[in-house]
Each structure stands twice: as structure tokens, then as C-alpha cells.
């Protein structure tokens, strides 16, 4: 199987240990649309309309990304939690030359690989 460099592009025959390296670099962080937890918090506004008792739809409240539904309850002015798609960042792992190896690039397998032996 050819596997092109994420770096330079250069084909690289049935990559394994001795001939790529197997990283998670900064470089391969993109951007992805994802299903992402947000929490709808009351504003100013917020509270005013329904003290009017007036409608307030989603889009009113002030937001924020949370990671799970653990303790939302908790977050000031908590209204509700929806799903809803946002840009976040994504690490990937990628495979490199090894001309295109960098010394920030954490290595999973490959000629850079540095073997710790046991204590």
C-alpha cells in the first residue's frame, strides 16, 4: 500500500518502522464540524422578557460548549442544554518521511520511535 508524506506528499511504499514515522503533531490538528453539548444560559434580555412574561427563544440566550451533561445544573443562569453542530478542533495522527520528521511530532511507531527500556 502507498501512503503519501501529510507533509510533502512523497509516496511512501508500505510504511512501517523503518521507513516512516507514525505521528500526532501539531500540524495535524484540523477543524471538523461536530455534534457539540451547549448549555443556554438567561441574559439581561433573557430574564426581562420572561419577566414580562413574553417568549424567549433559543437563539436569545447566551451559550456555552460543555463537554457532557455532569453538572450543567450548576452553571449560573442554567437554562437548558441543546445538541448542536459547531467548528471544533480535532487532533489526527498522520504518517511522515522521515526528511519531514519534526522534534515536536510525538511518535507512535516509526524511525524516530525512541525505545525506553525499563527501570
Avoid at 39 to 59: M, R
Avoid at 93 to 119: A, L, Q
Amino acid at each position: 500500500m502507498i501512503i503519501e508524506c501529510v507533509r510533502c506528499k512523497r509516496p511512501i511504499e508500505s510504511p512501517d518502522h523503518t521507513n516512516a514515522d507514525y505521528v500526532i503533531a501539531p500540524d495535524t490538528i484540523v477543524n471538523e464540524v461536530r455534534d457539540c453539548l451547549f448549555v443556554l444560559k438567561d441574559n439581561v434580555e433573557t430574564k426581562e422578557k420572561k419577566a414580562k412574561g413574553q417568549e424567549v427563544a433559543d437563539s436569545e440566550y447566551d451559550t456555552e460548549m460543555v463537554e457532557s451533561l455532569d453538572g450543567v445544573e450548576a452553571i449560573p443562569d442554567f437554562v437548558k442544554c441543546v445538541p448542536r453542530e459547531a467548528l471544533v478542533k480535532v487532533q489526527k495522527t498522520g504518517i511522515v518521511c522521515p526528511e519531514c520528521y519534526r522534534d515536536t511530532d510525538f511518535v507512535i511507531w516509526g524511525v524516530h520511535k525512541k525505545n525506553i527500556s525499563p527501570v
